[in-house]
Every structure is written in structure tokens, then in C-alpha cells.
């Protein structure tokens, strides 16, 4: 089975490129994030012609979460339930039998003193009391996204100039951590631990993809039991060199009986 991560930045702009991408890799699940497009606007009908059953929850112009399958989810749900704000455009949740897959797109955080990185911060605390609530360790969990948060100096191409960054910052790092304490492992570095491996690169810096002027700020986590079945990892970068591209490119990662562990290479420049 193949799980992976794509941050469209609008998915109607960037709707070839997904078909392309789904029919060119075939993945089981691909979740999407800042799609863009309210729910009457999502292309819905593009990917059910194309195979896939899609789920998604979106606005106007921002954010926007979206799943993909080859097989429709026996429940999907959006949002937090703890009372606060919902945030259903920035958070699914899928259910395939015994698989959960929760994909989400953190907030950003704008700068460091606005308020929206303080609410950032506390997302990350919701979103670990939601894992608490509705799973156990050793449920089967995937978690994925746009998670907005470099959390390793290997993981953002000069972090030294990047202390004070909102996905960078060492509260936001801290931040990460304690919520993947709760039972998560990073597949994508149990198969590709080298750094120089980036899924962002600014549209501003010109070249930035041969440059490797990027950063991993999308992330594929999983319980130990669902990371225990991962066999593989990779980044594709080839999307993101060609024409009106994400700043983002596609994540993904196998999972399977366990078998003979590889980090999965495409589009190296």
C-alpha cells in the first residue's frame, strides 16, 4: 500500500498535475492539503472519472484538506471535537477498516509575535489530546500533511539563518515533538535518514530545486505498528520542475508485510 502527502496550494490549478501524478505513481491513498476550493468547486468529478473516491472539506481561496482512494473510507470525519475552534478545512480523518488516516495542514504561523502562531502552537496541543482521544498507541495510524514544522537542522537547507522562522522556531520544534511523542515514528527518515532530502521549495529563490534550498516540512508519521509494515519512503521531485508547479512536491511511503527497507529516489536534479 502506497500513502502519500501532496500540499496542491489549489488543486484546481494544480488538478493535471495531480492526475498525472496519481496515474503515473498509483498510490492507495493520497492526501492533499490547501486545496483551495470551496466543497461546491472541489473537482470531485475529475478524480471519480479517473477511479479515486475523494473526501474532502474546503473554503474560498485558503486552506482545504482532501483524501483520495482507490476505495471509498467506511468513515470519514473533519475537524476537532474538543469545543474550540473546529478547523474542519485543515483537518480529515479517514477510516479504512482498521487503518486511520489523518491528514492535516497546520496552520503556518505568520511571524513569531502574531497570534496565529500562537494558535499554531496550540494546535499541535489539541491535535495530540484528539490522537489520545479517538486512538491507542497501538491503533493503526497514519499521520500526514502539510505539518508546517522543520523539525531537525537537516531538515531546512541553512538553519542556521532560520531560528527565529514559525516552522522553524524552537517552540514549534518542541511543539512537533511532543505531539509525535505520543506514539508516532517518522517513517519518511526510517528509510531516507540523509539530509539534503527536501519537499518545499520557495517559489522566491530562484532555482531553488537543484539549489536544494528547500526544506521538509511535509511529514508521513505512523503508531509503531503501521510504521513497523513500512518497507519505503521517498520524495518525487519531478513534479515540482515542471511547468506551474506546488512549491510543494509529493511525499509518499510503502507499506506491506515487512520486507527489504529502501528510501525511493524520483527527480533528482
Known sequence: ???????????????????????????????????????????AAAFEQAGWHAAFRGEKSYNGVAVLSRVAPDRVRFGFDDGGPADETRLIHAEYGALHVVNTYVPQGREIEHAMYAYKLEWFRRLKALFARRFAPRTRVVWLGDLNVAPEPMDVHNPERQAGHVC??????????????????????????????????????????????????????????????????????????????????????????????????????
Open 1 to 43: 500500500m502506497r500513502i502519500a502527502t501532496f500540499n496542491a496550494n489549489s488543486v484546481r490549478s494544480r488538478l493535471a498535475a495531480v492526475l498525472a501524478w496519481l496515474t503515473e505513481q498509483r498510490p492507495d491513498i493520497l492526501c492533499l492539503q490547501e486545496t483551495k476550493a470551496t466543497d461546491a468547486d472541489f473537482p
Open 168 to 269: 522553524y522556531h524552537e517552540a514549534v520544534r518542541a511543539a512537533f515533538a511532543d505531539t509525535v511523542g505520543w506514539g508516532f515514528q517518522d517513517v519518511f527518515r526510517k528509510h531516507c535518514p540523509q539530509p539534503g532530502l527536501f519537499s518545499f521549495f520557495d517559489y522566491r529563490t530562484r532555482g531553488a530545486v537543484a539549489r536544494k534550498m528547500g526544506w521538509r516540512i511535509d511529514h508521513i508519521l505512523a503508531t509503531a505498528p503501521q510504521a513497523d509494515l513500512s518497507r519505503g519512503a521517498g520524495i518525487d521531485l519531478a513534479p515540482r520542475l515542471r511547468e506551474k508547479p506546488s512549491d510543494h512536491t509529493f511525499m509518499f511511503a510503502d507499506f506491506t508485510e515487512p520486507a527489504a527497507a529502501r528510501c525511493v529516489r524520483y527527480g533528482n536534479p
